[in-house]
Protein backbone atom coordinates (compact mmCIF):
# COMPACT_ATOMS: atom_id res chain seq x y z
CA UNK A 1 0.00 0.00 0.00
CA UNK A 2 1.24 3.33 -0.87
CA UNK A 3 1.75 6.47 2.13
CA UNK A 4 2.55 9.71 1.76
CA UNK A 5 5.02 8.67 4.50
CA UNK A 6 7.36 5.79 5.18
CA UNK A 7 5.72 3.92 8.19
CA UNK A 8 7.88 0.97 8.21
CA UNK A 9 9.46 1.53 11.57
CA UNK A 10 6.43 2.99 13.22
CA UNK A 11 4.42 -0.20 12.37
CA UNK A 12 7.84 -2.35 13.30
CA UNK A 13 7.45 -0.38 16.87
CA UNK A 14 3.57 -1.35 17.49
CA UNK A 15 4.34 -5.06 16.13
CA UNK A 16 6.69 -5.17 19.26
CA UNK A 17 4.15 -3.92 21.28
CA UNK A 18 1.39 -6.33 20.08
CA UNK A 19 3.65 -9.30 20.55
CA UNK A 20 4.37 -7.69 24.37
CA UNK A 21 0.86 -7.15 25.05
CA UNK A 22 0.06 -10.94 23.91
CA UNK A 23 3.33 -11.90 26.06
CA UNK A 24 1.19 -10.28 28.91
CA UNK A 25 -1.71 -11.85 28.41
CA UNK A 26 0.28 -15.44 28.25
CA UNK A 27 1.98 -15.02 31.79
CA UNK A 28 -1.21 -13.64 33.23
CA UNK A 29 -3.06 -17.42 32.05
CA UNK A 30 0.51 -20.06 31.91
CA UNK A 31 1.42 -21.42 35.05
CA UNK A 32 4.84 -22.55 33.66
CA UNK A 33 5.75 -19.30 32.50
CA UNK A 34 4.54 -17.64 35.81
CA UNK A 35 6.64 -20.29 38.06
CA UNK A 36 9.93 -19.40 35.11
CA UNK A 37 9.22 -15.82 36.08
CA UNK A 38 9.16 -15.83 31.78
CA UNK A 39 9.46 -11.65 30.77
CA UNK A 40 6.37 -10.58 28.50
CA UNK A 41 8.95 -9.19 26.09
CA UNK A 42 10.87 -12.30 25.54
CA UNK A 43 7.29 -14.51 25.23
CA UNK A 44 6.03 -11.74 22.89
CA UNK A 45 9.43 -12.21 21.00
CA UNK A 46 9.33 -15.51 20.66
CA UNK A 47 6.21 -15.37 19.07
CA UNK A 48 6.92 -12.58 17.00
CA UNK A 49 10.01 -14.29 15.58
CA UNK A 50 8.09 -17.41 14.66
CA UNK A 51 5.68 -15.06 12.62
CA UNK A 52 8.36 -13.37 10.87
CA UNK A 53 10.37 -16.35 9.99
CA UNK A 54 6.62 -18.00 8.33
CA UNK A 55 6.05 -14.97 6.66
CA UNK A 56 3.06 -14.34 8.16
CA UNK A 57 4.36 -10.39 9.36
CA UNK A 58 5.74 -8.47 6.40
CA UNK A 59 8.12 -6.32 7.60
CA UNK A 60 11.86 -6.85 7.29
CA UNK A 61 14.11 -8.06 10.07
CA UNK A 62 16.23 -4.96 9.72
CA UNK A 63 13.77 -2.72 11.22
CA UNK A 64 13.71 -4.79 14.49
CA UNK A 65 17.36 -4.81 14.49
CA UNK A 66 17.56 -0.87 13.97
CA UNK A 67 14.49 -0.73 16.87
CA UNK A 68 16.97 -2.91 18.84
CA UNK A 69 20.34 -0.93 18.25
CA UNK A 70 18.49 2.46 18.94
CA UNK A 71 16.79 1.00 22.20
CA UNK A 72 20.05 0.00 23.44
CA UNK A 73 21.64 3.17 22.96
CA UNK A 74 18.33 4.82 24.69
CA UNK A 75 18.41 2.99 27.75
CA UNK A 76 22.07 3.69 28.60
CA UNK A 77 21.37 7.77 27.86
CA UNK A 78 18.75 7.01 30.50
CA UNK A 79 20.56 5.01 33.04
CA UNK A 80 22.95 7.93 32.84
CA UNK A 81 20.49 10.33 33.67
CA UNK A 82 18.86 8.44 36.61
CA UNK A 83 20.23 10.42 39.98
CA UNK A 84 21.70 7.46 42.33
CA UNK A 85 19.73 7.33 45.41
CA UNK A 86 21.14 7.39 48.76
CA UNK A 87 20.62 3.68 50.50
CA UNK A 88 18.23 3.54 53.46
CA UNK A 89 19.36 0.11 54.30
CA UNK A 90 20.59 0.38 58.00
CA UNK A 91 23.82 -1.52 56.94
CA UNK A 92 27.07 0.78 56.74
CA UNK A 93 28.07 2.56 53.11
CA UNK A 94 31.08 0.56 53.36
CA UNK A 95 29.53 -2.92 53.35
CA UNK A 96 27.78 -1.80 50.18
CA UNK A 97 31.08 -0.34 48.29
CA UNK A 98 32.37 -3.93 49.10
CA UNK A 99 29.30 -5.52 47.71
CA UNK A 100 29.54 -3.67 44.48
CA UNK A 101 33.24 -3.73 44.20
CA UNK A 102 32.61 -7.54 44.24
CA UNK A 103 29.54 -7.50 41.78
CA UNK A 104 31.58 -5.48 39.90
CA UNK A 105 34.66 -7.45 39.86
CA UNK A 106 32.51 -10.92 38.87
CA UNK A 107 30.67 -9.36 36.33
CA UNK A 108 34.17 -8.37 34.40
CA UNK A 109 35.59 -11.53 34.81
CA UNK A 110 33.03 -13.25 33.70
CA UNK A 111 33.62 -11.49 30.31
CA UNK A 112 37.11 -11.90 30.20
CA UNK A 113 36.83 -15.67 30.85
CA UNK A 114 33.70 -15.94 28.67
CA UNK A 115 35.83 -14.56 25.73
CA UNK A 116 38.64 -16.85 26.85
CA UNK A 117 36.39 -19.63 26.78
CA UNK A 118 34.97 -18.83 23.23
CA UNK A 119 38.39 -18.76 21.99
CA UNK A 120 39.17 -22.35 23.49
CA UNK A 121 36.01 -23.54 21.49
CA UNK A 122 36.84 -21.92 18.47
CA UNK A 123 40.45 -23.79 18.67
CA UNK A 124 38.18 -27.29 19.41
CA UNK A 125 35.93 -26.19 16.40
CA UNK A 126 38.71 -25.33 13.92
CA UNK A 127 40.58 -28.96 14.96
CA UNK A 128 37.38 -30.35 14.25
CA UNK A 129 37.01 -29.15 10.57
CA UNK A 130 34.39 -26.17 10.70
CA UNK A 131 35.51 -23.24 8.80
CA UNK A 132 34.39 -20.29 11.54
CA UNK A 133 35.89 -16.69 11.99
CA UNK A 134 36.81 -16.38 15.81
CA UNK A 135 34.22 -13.77 16.05
CA UNK A 136 31.93 -16.66 16.07
CA UNK A 137 33.18 -17.73 19.46
CA UNK A 138 33.31 -14.31 20.79
CA UNK A 139 30.02 -13.57 20.19
CA UNK A 140 29.75 -15.71 23.46
CA UNK A 141 30.75 -12.59 26.07
CA UNK A 142 29.02 -10.12 23.93
CA UNK A 143 25.44 -11.55 23.85
CA UNK A 144 25.66 -13.16 27.52
CA UNK A 145 27.57 -10.21 29.42
CA UNK A 146 26.67 -7.67 27.59
CA UNK A 147 23.64 -8.88 26.26
CA UNK A 148 21.16 -8.59 23.07
CA UNK A 149 22.28 -4.58 22.10
CA UNK A 150 26.02 -5.16 22.08
CA UNK A 151 25.91 -8.27 20.49
CA UNK A 152 23.68 -6.31 17.26
CA UNK A 153 26.00 -3.29 17.08
CA UNK A 154 29.30 -5.10 17.15
CA UNK A 155 27.32 -8.14 15.01
CA UNK A 156 26.50 -5.08 12.67
CA UNK A 157 29.93 -3.74 12.58
CA UNK A 158 31.22 -7.44 11.99
CA UNK A 159 28.89 -7.58 8.86
CA UNK A 160 30.23 -4.88 7.36
CA UNK A 161 33.69 -6.67 7.98
CA UNK A 162 32.85 -9.26 5.45
CA UNK A 163 31.13 -11.84 8.58
CA UNK A 164 27.75 -12.91 6.47
CA UNK A 165 24.91 -13.23 9.08
CA UNK A 166 27.05 -11.69 12.15
CA UNK A 167 23.81 -10.00 13.54
CA UNK A 168 21.24 -12.87 13.76
CA UNK A 169 24.27 -15.34 15.03
CA UNK A 170 24.68 -12.43 17.71
CA UNK A 171 20.86 -11.81 18.71
CA UNK A 172 20.74 -15.98 18.75
CA UNK A 173 23.88 -15.94 21.75
CA UNK A 174 21.86 -13.43 23.33
CA UNK A 175 18.31 -14.86 23.11
CA UNK A 176 20.25 -18.22 23.95
CA UNK A 177 21.66 -16.63 27.15
CA UNK A 178 18.20 -15.30 28.59
CA UNK A 179 17.02 -19.11 28.47
CA UNK A 180 19.87 -19.69 30.69
CA UNK A 181 19.06 -16.93 32.73
CA UNK A 182 15.88 -17.76 33.76
CA UNK A 183 15.26 -21.60 32.90
CA UNK A 184 18.68 -22.11 35.17
CA UNK A 185 18.38 -19.17 37.66
CA UNK A 186 15.11 -19.95 38.67
CA UNK A 187 15.88 -23.67 39.43
CA UNK A 188 18.88 -22.68 40.83
CA UNK A 189 17.23 -20.27 43.63
CA UNK A 190 14.77 -23.08 44.57
CA UNK A 191 17.72 -25.29 45.09
CA UNK A 192 19.34 -22.29 47.18
CA UNK A 193 15.75 -22.26 49.06
CA UNK A 194 15.89 -26.11 49.80
CA UNK A 195 19.10 -25.61 51.21
CA UNK A 196 18.76 -22.95 53.14
CA UNK A 197 21.20 -20.68 51.72
CA UNK A 198 18.56 -17.83 51.22
CA UNK A 199 16.58 -16.95 54.60
CA UNK A 200 13.88 -19.34 55.51
CA UNK A 201 10.71 -18.00 53.93
CA UNK A 202 12.38 -14.98 51.75
CA UNK A 203 11.54 -16.74 48.17
CA UNK A 204 8.18 -18.25 49.07
CA UNK A 205 4.48 -16.71 48.88
CA UNK A 206 5.51 -14.30 46.26
CA UNK A 207 2.63 -11.93 45.45
CA UNK A 208 0.21 -12.62 42.92
CA UNK A 209 1.16 -9.95 41.05
CA UNK A 210 5.04 -10.69 40.49
CA UNK A 211 3.81 -14.12 39.43
CA UNK A 212 0.89 -13.02 36.82
CA UNK A 213 2.71 -9.69 36.25
CA UNK A 214 0.04 -7.49 36.54
CA UNK A 215 -1.64 -5.65 39.05
CA UNK A 216 -5.17 -5.88 40.00
CA UNK A 217 -7.07 -2.69 40.42
CA UNK A 218 -6.98 -2.75 44.24
CA UNK A 219 -3.43 -3.28 43.81
CA UNK A 220 -2.39 -0.65 42.07
CA UNK A 221 -0.62 1.38 44.38
CA UNK A 222 3.32 1.91 42.92
CA UNK A 223 4.39 5.37 41.05
CA UNK A 224 5.86 5.37 37.76
CA UNK A 225 7.47 8.66 38.77
CA UNK A 226 6.73 12.25 40.04
CA UNK A 227 5.56 15.56 38.07
CA UNK A 228 8.74 17.96 37.94
CA UNK A 229 6.95 19.82 35.41
CA UNK A 230 3.31 21.38 35.51
CA UNK A 231 1.64 19.83 32.69
CA UNK A 232 0.08 23.45 31.14
CA UNK A 233 3.39 24.28 30.21
CA UNK A 234 4.68 20.72 29.01
CA UNK A 235 3.98 17.07 29.96
CA UNK A 236 6.75 16.09 32.49
CA UNK A 237 7.43 12.33 30.32
CA UNK A 238 7.38 14.76 27.12
CA UNK A 239 10.47 16.68 29.13
CA UNK A 240 12.10 13.50 30.57
CA UNK A 241 12.23 11.66 27.01
CA UNK A 242 13.04 14.93 25.54
CA UNK A 243 16.10 14.75 27.93
CA UNK A 244 16.75 11.48 26.87
CA UNK A 245 16.79 12.63 22.73
CA UNK A 246 19.33 15.70 23.68
CA UNK A 247 21.64 13.45 25.14
CA UNK A 248 21.17 11.10 21.72
CA UNK A 249 21.50 13.70 20.05
CA UNK A 250 24.60 15.50 21.51
CA UNK A 251 26.36 11.98 21.28
CA UNK A 252 25.92 11.69 17.69
CA UNK A 253 27.18 15.13 17.21
CA UNK A 254 29.98 14.26 19.09
CA UNK A 255 30.63 11.82 16.79
CA UNK A 256 29.99 14.09 13.98
CA UNK A 257 32.82 16.09 15.37
CA UNK A 258 35.02 13.38 15.79
CA UNK A 259 34.77 12.16 12.64
CA UNK A 260 35.38 15.58 11.11
CA UNK A 261 39.03 15.32 12.43
CA UNK A 262 39.84 12.17 12.36
CA UNK A 263 37.71 11.12 8.90
CA UNK A 264 35.38 8.94 8.66
CA UNK A 265 34.32 6.40 11.99
CA UNK A 266 35.27 2.52 11.25
CA UNK A 267 31.63 0.51 11.91
CA UNK A 268 33.10 -0.76 14.92
CA UNK A 269 33.15 2.46 16.75
CA UNK A 270 29.57 2.35 15.81
CA UNK A 271 29.38 -0.25 18.58
CA UNK A 272 30.42 2.03 21.83
CA UNK A 273 28.17 4.61 20.89
CA UNK A 274 26.48 3.39 23.88
CA UNK A 275 29.00 4.14 26.30
CA UNK A 276 29.34 7.56 24.72
CA UNK A 277 26.17 8.32 25.49
CA UNK A 278 25.94 6.55 29.13
CA UNK A 279 29.16 9.14 29.76
CA UNK A 280 27.45 12.32 27.85
CA UNK A 281 24.07 11.23 30.20
CA UNK A 282 26.19 11.08 33.34
CA UNK A 283 27.64 14.61 32.03
CA UNK A 284 23.99 16.42 31.67
CA UNK A 285 22.90 14.91 35.01
CA UNK A 286 26.04 16.42 36.27
CA UNK A 287 25.50 19.33 34.60
CA UNK A 288 21.82 20.12 35.90
CA UNK A 289 23.07 19.21 39.24
CA UNK A 290 25.64 22.07 39.25
CA UNK A 291 23.16 24.38 37.94
CA UNK A 292 20.69 23.68 40.93
CA UNK A 293 18.22 22.13 38.53
CA UNK A 294 18.84 18.74 39.62
CA UNK A 295 15.74 18.17 40.98
CA UNK A 296 14.37 18.42 37.21
CA UNK A 297 15.54 14.88 36.39
CA UNK A 298 13.34 12.40 37.89
CA UNK A 299 14.78 9.07 38.63
CA UNK A 300 11.68 7.03 38.99
CA UNK A 301 10.65 8.36 35.23
CA UNK A 302 13.82 7.85 33.92
CA UNK A 303 13.92 4.27 35.30
CA UNK A 304 10.33 3.77 33.75
CA UNK A 305 12.33 5.07 30.45
CA UNK A 306 15.05 2.49 30.83
CA UNK A 307 12.51 -0.31 32.05
CA UNK A 308 10.60 0.94 28.79
CA UNK A 309 13.69 0.82 26.08
CA UNK A 310 14.93 -2.99 27.12
CA UNK A 311 11.62 -4.26 27.38
CA UNK A 312 10.97 -3.18 23.40
CA UNK A 313 15.19 -4.07 22.86
CA UNK A 314 14.45 -7.44 24.22
CA UNK A 315 11.24 -8.16 21.73
CA UNK A 316 12.70 -6.81 19.15
CA UNK A 317 16.14 -8.95 19.83
CA UNK A 318 14.26 -11.71 19.50
CA UNK A 319 11.99 -11.03 16.40
CA UNK A 320 14.57 -10.02 14.06
CA UNK A 321 16.63 -13.66 14.81
CA UNK A 322 16.69 -15.34 11.57
CA UNK A 323 15.56 -19.33 12.05
CA UNK A 324 17.45 -20.22 8.64
CA UNK A 325 20.78 -18.64 9.65
CA UNK A 326 20.08 -20.12 13.13
CA UNK A 327 19.58 -23.31 11.23
CA UNK A 328 22.92 -23.43 9.79
CA UNK A 329 25.12 -22.96 12.44
CA UNK A 330 23.04 -24.89 14.84
CA UNK A 331 25.81 -27.62 16.05
CA UNK A 332 28.81 -25.14 16.75
CA UNK A 333 25.82 -22.22 17.86
CA UNK A 334 24.89 -24.84 20.45
CA UNK A 335 28.10 -26.19 21.36
CA UNK A 336 29.52 -22.67 22.32
CA UNK A 337 26.24 -21.19 23.57
CA UNK A 338 25.90 -24.93 25.81
CA UNK A 339 29.38 -24.94 27.21
CA UNK A 340 28.98 -21.39 28.24
CA UNK A 341 26.32 -21.55 30.37
CA UNK A 342 27.27 -24.36 31.89
CA UNK A 343 30.77 -22.35 32.81
CA UNK A 344 28.79 -19.04 33.99
CA UNK A 345 26.55 -21.19 36.21
CA UNK A 346 29.76 -23.01 37.90
CA UNK A 347 31.72 -20.04 38.24
CA UNK A 348 29.21 -18.04 39.74
CA UNK A 349 28.65 -20.32 42.20
CA UNK A 350 32.36 -21.06 43.54
CA UNK A 351 32.55 -17.30 43.33
CA UNK A 352 29.18 -17.06 45.40
CA UNK A 353 29.24 -19.40 47.56
CA UNK A 354 32.95 -17.30 48.53
CA UNK A 355 31.11 -14.42 48.76
CA UNK A 356 30.85 -12.85 52.13
CA UNK A 357 26.88 -11.25 53.25
CA UNK A 358 24.36 -11.49 50.82
CA UNK A 359 26.39 -13.73 48.96
CA UNK A 360 23.53 -15.55 47.30
CA UNK A 361 21.44 -12.31 46.22
CA UNK A 362 24.68 -11.21 44.78
CA UNK A 363 25.41 -14.20 43.28
CA UNK A 364 21.93 -14.33 41.67
CA UNK A 365 21.89 -11.05 40.79
CA UNK A 366 25.22 -12.02 38.45
CA UNK A 367 24.30 -14.80 37.24
CA UNK A 368 21.22 -12.56 35.96
CA UNK A 369 23.37 -9.66 34.58
CA UNK A 370 25.89 -12.04 32.91
CA UNK A 371 23.95 -14.41 30.77
CA UNK A 372 20.89 -11.67 30.12
CA UNK A 373 20.71 -7.90 30.88
CA UNK A 374 20.71 -5.91 34.54
CA UNK A 375 17.06 -6.10 34.19
CA UNK A 376 17.12 -9.95 33.96
CA UNK A 377 19.48 -9.82 36.99
CA UNK A 378 16.94 -7.76 39.32
CA UNK A 379 14.08 -10.38 38.27
CA UNK A 380 15.56 -13.21 39.61
CA UNK A 381 16.61 -10.80 43.05
CA UNK A 382 13.23 -10.08 43.17
CA UNK A 383 12.00 -13.94 44.25
CA UNK A 384 14.75 -14.19 46.68
CA UNK A 385 14.53 -10.92 47.89
CA UNK A 386 10.65 -9.35 47.11
CA UNK A 387 11.04 -6.10 49.03
CA UNK A 388 14.76 -5.16 48.41
CA UNK A 389 15.22 -5.39 52.06
CA UNK A 390 18.79 -6.24 51.28
CA UNK A 391 21.70 -3.70 49.88
CA UNK A 392 22.19 -6.10 46.85
CA UNK A 393 19.49 -4.09 45.07
CA UNK A 394 21.58 -0.90 45.57
CA UNK A 395 24.47 -2.22 44.93
CA UNK A 396 23.25 -3.98 42.00
CA UNK A 397 23.42 0.39 40.69
CA UNK A 398 26.94 0.60 41.36
CA UNK A 399 28.75 -2.59 40.57
CA UNK A 400 29.21 -1.28 36.93
CA UNK A 401 31.77 1.49 38.18
CA UNK A 402 34.37 -1.09 39.19
CA UNK A 403 33.24 -3.39 36.02
CA UNK A 404 33.75 -0.75 33.00
CA UNK A 405 37.49 -1.55 33.27
CA UNK A 406 36.91 -4.56 32.68
CA UNK A 407 34.48 -4.87 30.43
CA UNK A 408 35.93 -2.07 27.91
CA UNK A 409 39.60 -3.71 28.40
CA UNK A 410 38.07 -6.82 27.07
CA UNK A 411 35.89 -5.29 24.57
CA UNK A 412 38.55 -2.99 22.62
CA UNK A 413 40.59 -6.39 22.28
CA UNK A 414 37.66 -8.17 20.66
CA UNK A 415 36.34 -5.58 18.21
CA UNK A 416 40.19 -3.74 17.25
CA UNK A 417 42.44 -7.20 17.75
CA UNK A 418 42.33 -7.66 13.60
CA UNK A 419 42.98 -4.27 13.04
CA UNK A 420 46.28 -4.13 15.90
CA UNK A 421 47.68 -7.47 14.25
CA UNK A 422 46.70 -9.82 17.30
CA UNK A 423 46.03 -13.49 16.44
CA UNK A 424 43.87 -15.96 18.59
CA UNK A 425 46.35 -16.91 20.91
CA UNK A 426 47.77 -13.15 21.67
CA UNK A 427 43.79 -12.56 22.60
CA UNK A 428 43.62 -15.66 25.14
CA UNK A 429 46.65 -13.90 26.49
CA UNK A 430 44.77 -10.92 26.94
CA UNK A 431 41.64 -12.01 28.53
CA UNK A 432 43.42 -14.80 30.83
CA UNK A 433 45.37 -11.38 31.63
CA UNK A 434 42.51 -9.31 32.85
CA UNK A 435 40.75 -12.33 34.36
CA UNK A 436 44.18 -12.71 36.74
CA UNK A 437 43.83 -9.09 37.75
CA UNK A 438 40.56 -9.51 38.80
CA UNK A 439 41.26 -12.76 41.21
CA UNK A 440 44.27 -10.33 42.60
CA UNK A 441 42.03 -7.60 43.11
CA UNK A 442 39.68 -9.85 44.72
CA UNK A 443 42.66 -11.15 47.09
CA UNK A 444 43.23 -7.93 47.56
CA UNK A 445 40.21 -6.18 48.99
CA UNK A 446 39.50 -9.23 51.20
CA UNK A 447 36.45 -10.54 48.87
CA UNK A 448 37.30 -13.77 48.09
CA UNK A 449 36.75 -16.08 51.35
CA UNK A 450 36.52 -19.79 52.48
CA UNK A 451 32.99 -21.34 51.17
CA UNK A 452 30.41 -19.95 53.33
CA UNK A 453 27.54 -21.98 52.07
Known amino acids: MKTPFDMSFVLAFGFCGLVILIGVFLRARIKLLQ ?175 FKKGYYAKEEQTESMGVMTTHPGNVDSLAFQAGLVGVVYGGTYLLYFGLSQVVGSLSDAAWGFFFFWGLLVGLLSRLAFQKAGAGHMIDPGTQTRITGFCVDILVAATLIAVKLSVVWEYIVPLVLIALVGGVWTTLYMLYFGRRCEGHGFERMIVQYGCNTGTVSTGLVLLRVVDPYFKTTVAFETGLYSIFATPFILGTMLFIVYSPKWGLGIYQQMGVYLGLTLVGLILLKVFGLWHKKRW
Not at 167 to 190: E, K, Q, R, S, Y
Open 35 to 209: NYLVPSCMIGGLLGMILLNFGLIPLGEELFQAIAYHFFILSFISIGLTRGEQSSEGEGGRGVLRGALWMGLINGMSMSTQALLGCVLILGLWAAGFSLPLEFGLFLPLGYTQGPGQALAIGKAWEAGGFADAVTIGLAFAALGFFFALFVGVPLINWGVRKGYVRPGSAEGLPAF
